[in-house]
Nanobody, 123 residues
Framework: QVTLMESGGGAVPAGGSLRLSCVVS????????MGWFRRAPGKEREGVAI???????SYAASVKGRFPISQDNAKETLDLQMNRLRVEDTAMYYC?????????????????WGRGTQVTVSS
């Protein structure tokens, strides 16, 4: 069983930074695929950044170069450093995990999800 808890959201002006963190509790030594997703009001959920089980990292084009994702296996955390934030980054951000794989786009029906943390960027 995997449980995820996000923190670090908040309200910042455009151009500012936030760091999201996800604490992972998993009763397995198996490396999980992990990632961050977001859902803006009135929009579909979209992938932001994922780390595959082999360590490969993928980013959505809209955040590449601004939102580095990192994983600390010792602390069992998954972080997302959000730099140069834009108004269009406003969304609820969710941490996700899967025993096999995650997809930036498409179905992640078998993933475990956290409850989310709100990020609001003002102009």
């Amino acid at each position: 069983q995997v449980t995820l808890m996000e923190s670090g959201g908040g309200a910042v002006p455009a151009g500012g930074s936030l760091r999201l963190s996800c604490v992972v509790s998993a009763n397995t030594n198996r490396r999980l695929a992990m990632g961050w997703f977001r859902r803006a009001p009135g929009k579909e959920r979209e992938g932001v950044a994922i780390i595959c089980t082999d360590g490969h990292i993928s980013y959505a084009a809209s955040v590449k170069g601004r939102f580095p994702i990192s994983q600390d296996n010792a602390k069992e955390t998954l972080d997302l450093q959000m730099n140069r934030l834009r108004v269009e980054d406003t969304a609820m951000y969710y941490c996700a995990a899967d025993k096999i794989e995650l997809h930036l786009t498409g179905d992640n029906g078998f993933a475990t999800w956290g409850r989310g943390t709100q990020v609001t960027v003002s102009s």
